[in-house]
């Protein structure tokens, strides 16, 4: 067939995907997938139903990345016959264009494929990388652009659509999809799925292990390996309330269940909010519920993100920064203003930190500039912290229970829509400036959005709880107190995270002294773990090296292992090290993890 030249990304409605779709648009995707362990493969069929927006478009495009096509048939109504196909050459960000000829009238096509080990959408973990120990495990993750890595189709938060599966596993084992998943269907190997809702594709997602269920409520639950399911239950019981807190503020749980699937240590982030099954770190289960904003963060975007999707990932701060303030409102509402403040104060002193480090100004903005970029590189803490900065900001101008009503107003007048950046201002100067005529202007909406320097008036949160670690860490620096005697007993998570990460260089005495009183080195909470181990790396602390290498191997989520590399890259002997540990650890980390080591490595020379 005649290739048709892809237009420049700059020109494309997202340039990060290559679908046509001003001529197709799908409306719904039927998979039919064989999960071959062996191979590290998925094996089958993927049948879109489109809207044919132009009737005289020839060509459909489709997104894909390393998928091998084996044979397209397109038609009408069911009635399919073979057709012709070109898979254009492979961009490094994009992966590759499908282009399908397309009969006259056709609006369904079948492609039949298979994945390839390396797909970037997918982890395969052999049984030794579970809980468990005895069966392989294997999950997606789909956000940004990796879908097309393990779905032809689509690949654009500008298009939606509904979806089914019939997805076949070795017999032991369970999978469970976005969608509307049973727990109490049989282990048979054959697992049938139904996602009525029109989704985006990087929503869609599936993980297949030895997978125990335990109900927290009459819609709530937990997935997990059979060894994790108990704590993790007992960690999230109060997922059914946080819902009701949720609903309360921002409109009906459109989505039927909200599960958890707690997956392996290599899982690249805290969590995904994959719809009705939120994917979860283990390393957020600390056993005194003191991380679980994670799960008020990914339920949150059951309203901004899954259901008033940003409509490319240059506008991602309507996804993660409406989700961020909502994940402090839950948290306020469900622990108390102490906890949500804690919080607030912790990402706002993340996103200073993060600032200093970033080199191009559009990335400190709400509106970076990622075209002929990968989507993934441009995230930072900086859509999530300084969207809700600008929430708050909003809050303090017009009051709290009038922006309340506001975003309740957005999440349910946007409700199943891609929206931009603008749409989110014309829809300020619609329902919000109104309601208080001269309070905000169009030049401080311009400095939130695009000015790399934050607004001079931004309320920067406190935190009375850090305010003690601040003296109790000066006490001791001052040599006033032993670390075995500070007032610690009680500190939150938060807490400890904040005291580590506010320690200035320090001598090995000292960290052999805080080691032995607070026993950072064997501690099981992961997070408080993370941090010990990237303070021991910045001062050099050789009896922790050991510890650090163990980690790296056992815990795959980013925010707590990039700092780590990032430390060991800053002296040459570190970077020698860093090479070594990932060259070890390499077969445990998620695609997207080795892409993040690998830069730094890169770049450090
Ligand atoms: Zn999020």
């Known amino acids: 067939m005649a290739t048709v030249a892809l237009p420049d990304a700059a020109k494309r409605s997202d340039p990060h995907s290559y679908a046509n779709t001003q001529d197709f648009r799908t409306r719904d995707i039927a998979l039919e997938l064989a999960v071959d ?56 960000i994009l992966g590759s264009a499908l282009l399908i000829k397309m009969p006259k009238g056709a609006d369904q096509v079948r492609v039949h494929y298979a994945t390839r ?64 998943n049973d727990a109490n269907a049989a282990k048979s190997g054959s697992y049938r799925f139904t996602m009525p809702q029109r989704i985006p594709s990087y929503l869609i997602a599936i993980a297949v292990g030895d997978l125990d269920f335990r109900a927290t409520g009459p819609r709530t639950g937990v997935y997990a390996d059979p060894s994790v399911v108990a704590a993790a239950a007992k960690e999230f019981e ?17 989505w039927g269940r909200y599960d958890l699937l707690i997956l392996p240590p ?12 939120t994917f979860a770190s283990p390393t957020v289960i600390a056993g005194d519920k003191s991380l679980v904003s994670l799960v008020a963060h990914e339920m949150a975007h059951s309203w901004s993100g899954n259901l008033v999707t940003n409509a490319t990932w240059a506008d991602i701060w309507l996804n993660e920064g409406f989700t961020e303030h909502a994940t402090f409102r839950i948290v306020e509402d469900v622990y108390g203003l102490d906890a949500a403040q804690q919080e607030r104060a912790l990402s706002a002193k993340n996103l200073k930190d993060e600032l200093a480090g970033i080199e191009r100004d559009d990335d400190k903005t709400l509106t970076p500039d990622l075209v002929h970029r990968d ?18 900001y909003l809050e303090a101008k017009f009051t709290r229970p009038v922006v309340d009503v506001f975003l309740n107003g957005w999440f349910n007048e946007h409700a199943f829509q891609s929206v931009r950046t603008q749409v989110f201002v014309d829809y300020l100067h619609a329902r919000l400036m109104p309601q208080k005529p001269g309070a905000l202007s169009d030049a401080e909406i311009e400095a939130w959005l695009h000015s790399p320097a934050m607004p001079a008036d931004t309320v920067w949160p406190q935190s009375d709880a850090f305010v003690k670690v601040d003296a109790q860490r000066e006490a001791w620096l001052a040599g006033k107190m032993p670390a075995a005697k ?15 990460d506010t320690l200035p260089a320090l001598k090995a005495a000292q960290l052999a002294e805080l080691d032995t009183a607070f026993g950072f080195s064997k501690t099981h909470n992961q997070i408080i773990a993370g941090h010990w181990w990237k303070v021991a790396t910045a001062n050099h602390y050789a009896p922790a090296e050991a510890g650090t290498e163990a980690y790296l191997g056992e815990v795959g989520r980013m925010l707590l292992i990039r700092p780590i590399y ?16 990932y060259a070890k650890w390499k077969d445990r980390y998620h695609p997207i993890a080795q892409d993040m080591i690998e830069q730094l490595l890169a770049k450090a020379g």
């Open 37 to 92: 362990f062996g191979h590290r493969a998925l094996r089958g069929s993927a049948t879109l139903s489109l809207e044919r927006v132009n009737a005289k478009a020839d060509t459909l495009v489709l997104d894909t990345r390393d998928l091998d096509i084996a044979s397209i048939e397109a038609g009408h109504a069911g009635r399919l016959a073979k057709t012709t196909f070109e898979l254009a050459p492979r961009d490094a």
């Open 117 to 180: 080990p390396q797909a970037s959408g997918l982890q395969w973990l052999t049984p030794a990388q579970t809980a468990g120990k005895r069966h392989p495990f294997m999950f997606s993750q789909s956000e940004s652009i990796h879908a097309r890595s393990w779905i032809p189709l689509q690949d654009t938060p500008q298009v939606r659509q509904t979806y089914s599966a019939h997805i076949t596993t070795p017999q032991a084992l369970r999978a469970v999809m976005s969608a509307d």
């Open 238 to 254: 109060d997922t059914e309330k946080m819902l009701q807190r949720c609903e309360a503020l921002y409109g009906p749980y459109r």
């Open 266 to 277: 290599s899982f690249p982030f805290g969590g995904m909010e994959n719809p009705r099954l």
């Open 375 to 392: 989507p993934d590189d441009g995230l930072s803490g900086v859509p999530y912290a300084r969207g809700n900065l600008f929430l708050d």
């Open 486 to 500: 500070l007032d610690s007993a009680k500190w939150t998570t938060h807490q400890w995270e904040y005291f580590l």
């Open 566 to 581: 990032k430390e060991l890259v800053k002296t040459p002997e570190g970077r020698e090290r860093a090479r070594a540990i």
